[in-house]
């Protein structure tokens, strides 16, 4: 027990200071969990006991993985993205499998090289995800080709992991295959009849998946123990794999269709978050455990081989997606984009490698330098996102340039700039008093979508001099400021009383620093945007919690006044003072405002309002 | 591992079979996983082995219950009831062990009859706060009495753990504190002083300082399993530390729980050892089911029924006393007394540890437990039979206490703009609101502001468990991700029914899925300060300020009542139905609005304006109401 | 059955006990239909369009309201500014309130006493009534004398509790009657003296021209 505890102290441990430290300098979280391992384990620290059986018993998070990815598949987007899905997915996991088969056929014989190839054909997706979205790049063009093949490589590991035992040299009975006694063993049984249970398997999971499981969650939910929904989320997938391994199918697959079953399941929320952290700690201990195995020794007396290896594999994978986008008719730039984002190898490596490892399909003196190659081209992942961006100039989908419309109205009191969010409130209010203000938005799309909606807005950015001029700057008496971007509303009304000093400035600001940054240039109407609809919401909220709705009005009134009378003082103590002043100021403002409100509340008191409640004190 | 699996697979299947059925018929989850213990161990369909080392392994539930127990400890509260937790709680256990004792050394040595006297002073926390809650009385001044009794157990409990032990006989105690780890037992009694002291502070420094910064860095990776991990090895940590020292775990984790209880990490802490926990204490429960020995019991028939009886009779004496010599209102004197009239959970996580520890027989913690399993499993029945035949007449005076506006739970989910100034005006009217947010930069700024935010991804069930959703009256959704809020609101309405909802939504089409949801309280967030911004503008432009604050009204209260019959187009008539009614919407408002200036004032205005009125009816001044002209 | 519109105005209804103890002794008579005036229109926003259709609607027209510096709350005289429109409620066209009975139900602090000459408030409480009472009149409406609960402030609840039924008792009374105009007439502006706070409650209850 003690012995189990401080194994599991040293692996939570090391991921917690590991990870982050890999996030800091910008590398995948999978890299430092194999950090961590590579520290405690055998040539590092030597803390760790025994690696190989932790590494058996926290595979099964990918079990648990697989029946996440499942859960998530939505067929309808499956569907929609047929193409890019099955075609370039496709091609580029068969065409990188078959090439690399066969250049490695020169040097093994030709089973291990298909499964290493196939193995390395994936790319990682933690990797690629994460940099995607910290570059914004998800939603370009580029993103999408490369987030479909990504999703074909998740769903390429359940064939990969059924036909690696068939591609064994030898036979080593393996884990997951049926085997071990402990269960019932139908290998026994004639071919027929082992077809049957097979099919018999997956046909219960799918029946028990529609029908039983909804009934059951639904019971399970009502007793309000959550531990008991967690055990029966754990159990399903525990009881999925120990029927796979029955049938002789592997669990992942069995895990997986499970998933897909449950995904419309209306409990699929909850099933995701319970699993989810079990398979993060899982397969967190299982990259530690593979920092934790790689040899060092061996690697470095073939360091050549695994130099060799990893710019065999950058190479190989980077044409091939090249090709495939070529093939796909993609711009120049997503075909650069494509082979350089997924040219490295993935983590679903180590868990084939580890899979094949156990069922004797590769040896060790294959899996060490592939394993090798694969993490030191994650390592250098990161360098290519760069490379290609530098090569290809500031990467991503520029937007065409549109002439700003001509504006063709004269003599307008107002000048409305942005009509999103906040300024289509403030433009529809003053078109219905009656006064027509001139509305510039710096959105194309945006435009042509209020046009319908019947409002005459013109596209442009009136950051622009000649066009704050083109929409009768200097006879206007208002300018309204709404745009989202608080640099842009800045420079604008920069320009505006620079040019224009006679125009008068209402702004809306995003928060606090950009109400404060006005406030600096000084303009004549201020609005923080969110602060009228957290009060009114709020009035809205003690109704419902029993307020009378008049008491509620006046209190949220007060608050509002006593919070706008405030905010000059609340200025000055921001450019003036410390953060900490500034803080303290704030909390005794707060807290004034509280008592303000309580006085109010309690001794039935409002500012003169005494007298209405006076009848109280009668007995 | 496949045998592992298999285990693993028997076990949840279980609790999941049992807890439900023990939940329907009213007695609570802890009997439930007895049962499926004895259904499943070697006295029913002996389906699972080696229960002895599956005990000791799941035993890890309990120091990672009391870590929890730790973090709902708020020193301020303790300190608030310290009157009553010490008083009855601490009254109510001295005398009950004493009494215990007192009676047991007729039969048992003086040790083992302390040992069995701390165990079963105790009571079962969680059936008596399900009973109090079930039947409305949680917050009714006997509630709050019976509370401070459970609550010092809850205390009690670490003390006891790590007194064991030491009533052990000389050379028993061994497997509780060995160690594979370093072994102080050597070392001068000083020295080993000085390290136990050192260890605690570690502990304490730790938590207070160590934590805050570490759980950051962990939170801005955005990693939910590394938050777990840190977790675990927080409570990991905090307990082989004192198993070096010689202290009981236990004791560690709690002290880790009460540093943390008022840190920002706490909700999320607790919903990320909650299920480790539960699942474990699950299993040990389980385990503890199945190690019954039932021949052994079936011959001591006689010995249990007197221990029931034994148990229930003295508690409730006991506690009847203690509510005599304390004051208690008379007419709640008898609750008082019949609600923790019964043998705890705690005895099932005791029990074993003074088996192990040498300080009971075997034999006489099975009898002890399968008396108190009895108790458990009569607790429900006899407070309704009290209720029923007994306090019948006070019943109308009582009532539950109904709900203070100012006294309901709301939790605020998502702290930014929006949330904060919201939370800031609930707080202001003397509501204090569950603030939970995901961004941890912006709960430490928050935290410098003087709001108690808590950090945490809100779309989880067990988050907002451990927020208090169960008991709350609303919670308040300002998160901007509208698939997340989206998320958030389905399993609200899912598990907690009663939840009143209230979400503010950065655009229209957000508001009609929420519409679609059913979710009543909905605000578009930038429209109020849009709208106030542009009555500013009429202002600047020259017009009146009450004109301008009128015409503001107007169009808010239109175009709100609108809202609806453009969502039900929106809906059943598609989009170019939806975009022409909109557009026949604003026309309908300008016209409104127009008209509302041109007469000067609203519709209503029209008498104020004098002379007008004169021309029209040529009536004399003195037919208008108004005097002033 | 006369149908009767009961506008309730009391800015801190919530706490208010004497007017909660009337309001609630005749909420949910069928009949009579109830407004609270400052739960329907917290920012004083009123649906003139509403208000007129309601008081079409009913025959009675019943104001409940403390007595605050011997006037109205202020809700209650937004109201009447924006709801007696020109040209609806008076003026050449404004006949929509001809004939309908207009009542005042009100609640002072001060005992009954203070409102005599020479007491602390010097005037008859009717006399403080009169800017109402005008309005009606030119509203072509049938003032009828005001239901007065005064001395709140001392009041136990038992007491309240038998003005609510008292108040209930009018309304009821009130609903009955077939001969009110020829009540109300007895009240006339014209040059009768100031009618006594309650003279309705008398006149109805003691059956004097009941049935």
């Not at chain 1, 190479?315 to 075909?335: A, N, Q, S």
């Not at chain 2, 389906?47 to 400890?73: A, K, P, Q, R, Y």
């Not at chain 2, 605000?523 to 009450?546: F, I, N, P, Q, V």
């Not at chain 3, 003032?143 to 001395?151: C, M, Q």
Request: proline share 4%.
């Amino acid at each position: 027990m003690d012995n189990f505890l401080l194994q599991l102290l040293l692996f939570c441990t090391a991921a917690i200071i590991a990870v982050p430290l890999a996030r800091k300098c910008g590398l995948s979280s999978v890299l430092g969990y194999l950090l961590a391992g590579v520290v405690i384990g055998p040539f590092g620290l030597s803390l760790m006991g025994d690696v190989e059986s932790v590494m058996h018993f926290t595979e099964f998070g990918v079990v648990m993985m697989l029946f996440l990815i499942g859960l998530e598949l939505k067929p309808s987007l499956l569907w929609r993205m047929r193409t890019p899905i099955l075609g370039m997915g496709g091609m580029q996991v068969v065409g990188t499998a078959l090439v690399i088969g066969l250049i490695g056929w020169f040097f093994v014989p030709w089973q291990t090289a298909l499964v290493v190839g196939l193995t390395v054909s994936l790319s990682s997706t933690a990797i690629v995800l994460q940099t995607m979205r910290e570059k914004g790049t998800m939603e370009t063009s580029s993103g999408r080709a490369v987030f479909s093949i990504l999703l074909f490589q998740d769903l390429a590991v359940i064939p990969i992991l059924s036909i690696l035992p068939l591609l064994a040299l030898s036979s080593v009975p393996g884990r997951f295959s049926s085997g071990e006694a402990a269960l019932l063993d139908i290998s026994s049984l004639p071919t027929m009849w082992r077809v049957v249970a097979t099919l018999g398997a997956i046909g219960s999971i799918s029946v028990i998946g529609k029908y039983l499981a909804r009934p059951i969650f639904r019971i399970i939910a009502a007793t309000r123990v959550r531990e008991i929904f967690i055990a029966v989320a754990l159990a399903m997938v525990v009881g999925i794999s120990l029927l796979m391994m029955v049938v002789g199918l592997s669990p992942a697959l069995g895990a997986f269709l499970a998933g897909l079953v449950l995904a419309d399941n209306e409990y699929r929320y909850e099933l995701e978050s319970d699993i989810d952290p079990f398979k993060g700690l899982l397969l967190g201990v299982f990259f530690i455990s593979v920092g934790a195995s790689l040899d060092f020794l061996f690697i470095g007396h073939h360091l050549l081989l695994i130099a060799a290896l990893v710019v065999g594999l950058l190479l190989v994978k980077g044409l091939i997606l090249y090709g495939v986008g070529f093939l796909f008719h993609t711009p120049r730039e997503v075909r650069s984009y494509l082979a350089a984002a997924l040219c490295q190898g993935g983590e679903f490596a180590f868990v084939l490698f580890e899979f094949s490892r156990s069922n004797g399909v590769l040896t060790d003196k294959v899996i060490t330098p592939c394993i090798s190659a694969v993490i030191i081209s994650m390592f250098l992942a990161p360098l290519f996102f760069m490379l290609q961006e530098r090569l290809t100039g500031r990467s991503g989908n520029e937007e065409q340039q549109r002439e700003a419309d001509a504006i063709k109205e004269r003599g307008a009191r107002v000048i409305l700039s942005g009509f999103g969010k906040v300024g289509a409130d403030v433009g529809r209010f003053l078109l219905s008093t009656g006064i027509r203000p001139v509305i510039v938005e710096p959105d194309a799309g945006h435009v042509a979508t209020l046009r319908r909606f019947g409002f005459e807005v013109y596209y442009g950015d009136v950051g622009r001099l000649e066009l704050l001029e083109a929409a009768g700057a200097a006879e206007a008496e208002l300018l309204v400021v709404t745009d989202r971007d608080p640099e842009k509303a800045r420079a604008l009304i920069a320009l505006a009383r620079e040019h224009f000093p006679q125009l008068k400035i209402a702004a809306s600001a995003s928060d606090r620093s950009a109400v404060y940054d006005m406030m600096d240039i000084g303009v004549s109407a201020l609005r923080r945007e969110t602060f009228g609809g957290a009060v009114e919401l709020g009035r809205e909220v003690l109704v419902r919690l029993g307020f009378r709705r008049y008491e509620a009005y006046c209190l949220t009134r007060l608050f509002r006044h006593q919070a706008e009378a405030f905010l000059p003082k609340l200025y000055h103590a921001h450019r003036g003072q410390s953060t900490a002043e500034y803080q303290l100021l704030y909390r005794r403002h707060t807290s004034r405002i509280a008592a303000l409100l309580q006085a109010r509340g309690e001794n039935n008191v409002g500012q003169n309002e005494k007298a209405w409640a006076a009848s109280r004190g009668e007995d | 591992m496949e045998h592992f699996l298999l285990q693993i697979f028997v076990f949840f299947v279980a609790a999941a079979i049992a807890v439900p059925v023990a939940k329907k018929i009213g007695i609570g989850s802890v009997l439930g996983y007895l049962a499926a213990g004895v259904i499943i161990g070697p006295f029913g369909l002996s389906l699972i082995d080696n229960v002895e080392s599956v005990m000791h392994f799941t035993e890890f539930g309990v120091v990672m219950m009391l870590f929890l127990i730790g973090l709902e400890m708020k020193p301020a509260v303790l300190w608030q009831m310290r009157n009553s937790i010490l008083g009855l709680g601490g009254g109510q256990v001295l005398v009950t062990t004493l009494l215990i004792v007192f009676v047991s050394v007729w039969f048992l040595p003086g040790r083992q009859a302390l040992v069995l006297g701390l165990i079963l002073s105790l009571s079962s926390t969680a059936i008596v706060l399900q009973l109090l809650k079930e039947r409305g009385r949680y917050d009714s001044s006997v509630g709050r009495s019976i509370f401070s009794v459970v609550l010092f157990h809850d205390l009690a409990v670490v003390p006891i753990m790590a007194l064991l032990p030491l009533l052990a006989p000389v050379g028993t105690h061994a497997s509780v504190q060995h160690g594979g780890l370093v072994d102080i037992s050597h070392l001068s009694g000083g020295v080993r002083f000085f390290l136990t002291m050192l260890a605690i502070t570690a502990v304490f420094l730790m938590g207070r300082f160590v934590t805050r910064p570490l759980f950051r860095a962990i939170a801005m990776t955005g990693m939910r399993e590394l938050f777990a991990a840190a977790s675990l090895a927080l409570v990991v940590g905090s307990s082989l530390l004192m198993m070096v020292v010689g202290l009981p775990a236990p004791l560690g984790t709690f002290l880790a729980g009460v540093v943390l209880a008022e840190s920002e990490y706490r909700h999320e802490l607790e919903s990320n050892i909650e299920p480790f926990k539960g699942l474990l204490l699950g299993i040990f429960f389980i385990s503890i089911g199945a190690s019954l020995n039932f021949e052994l019991l079936w011959e001591q028939w006689w010995v249990v029924c007197l221990l029931v009886a034994g148990i229930v009779v003295f508690k409730f004496v006991i506690l009847y006393l203690i509510a005599v010599l304390f004051r208690l209102p008379a007419s709640e004197r008898g609750y008082f007394s019949i609600v923790p009239a019964q043998g705890g959970t705690f005895a099932f996580v005791l029990l074993p540890f003074a088996v192990q520890s040498g300080a009971l027989p075997p034999l006489v913690a099975e009898l002890v437990l399968t008396a108190v399993v009895i108790t458990m499993f009569f607790a429900p029945l006899m407070v309704t039979a009290w209720e029923k035949f007994v306090e019948r007449r006070v019943e109308s005076k009582e009532g539950a206490d109904a709900l203070s506006p100012r006294g309901q739970r709301v939790i605020i989910a998502g702290f930014g703009r929006l949330g904060t100034d919201l939370g800031r005006l609930l707080i202001s009217v003397g509501i204090k609101p569950v603030i939970l947010d995901h961004d941890p930069v912006g709960v430490e700024a928050l935290r410098n502001f003087g709001f108690e935010v808590f950090y945490g991804d809100v779309t989880r069930l067990d988050l907002l468990e451990a927020a208090g959703a169960a008991e709350a009256s609303m919670l308040i959704v300002t998160i901007s991700n509208a698939e997340k809020a989206k998320e958030l609101v389905e399993l609200a309405q899912k598990h907690y029914p009663n939840l009143e909802i209230a979400i503010a939504v950065d655009d229209w089409r957000v508001v009609y899925e929420m519409k679609d949801l059913g979710v009543s309280l909905i605000r578009r967030e930038t429209r109020d300060s849009a709208l106030d911004l542009g009555m500013d503008c009429l202002k600047l432009l020259g017009m009146h300020s009450y004109e301008a604050f009128r015409l503001l009204r107007m169009f808010k209260h239109q175009d709100l009542k609108a809202s609806d019959e453009l969502y039900e187009i929106w809906r059943e008539k598609g989009e170019e139905t939806f975009i022409s009614s909109f557009r026949d919407h604003n026309d309908n408002l300008a016209a409104l609005l127009q008209c509302a200036q041109t007469n000067n004032r609203e519709e209503a205005g029209k008498g104020w304006a004098s002379d007008k009125i004169i021309r029209a009816t040529g009536s004399r001044p003195d037919d208008s109401p108004e005097t002033g002209g | 059955m006369n149908k009767i519109l009961l506008l309730l105005a009391h800015p801190a209804f919530g706490r208010s006990v004497a007017n909660t103890a009337l309001y609630s002794a005749v909420e949910g008579m069928e009949g009579v239909t109830c407004r609270d005036l400052y739960d329907l229109s917290p920012d004083f926003f009123i649906d003139v369009k509403k208000e007129q259709e309601l008081l079409l609607a009913h025959d009675i027209i019943i104001q409940q309201y403390p007595l605050y510096w011997y006037s109205t709350p202020s809700l209650l005289k937004e109201w009447t500014d924006l709801v007696f429109e020109h040209g609806w409620a008076y003026g050449h066209d404004g006949h929509a309130l001809r004939g309908k009975y207009f009542m005042q139900a009100i609640t002072t602090g001060s005992e009954a006493e203070s409102y005599t000459l020479g007491g602390q408030s010097s005037m008859p409480l009717v006399s403080y009534l009169a800017p109402q009472r005008a309005t009606a009149r030119l509203c072509g409406m049938h003032w009828l004398p005001p239901f007065v609960d005064a001395g709140v402030h001392y009041e136990s609840r038992a007491v309240l509790a038998r003005e609510g039924q008292r108040y209930r008792r009018l309304l009821e009374a009130l609903q009955q009657c077939s001969q009110l105009l020829q009540l109300a007439e007895k009240y006339q502006i014209a040059d009768g003296p100031v009618p006594e706070a309650n003279a309705l409650d008398r006149d109805l209850l003691k059956g004097e021209l009941n049935g």
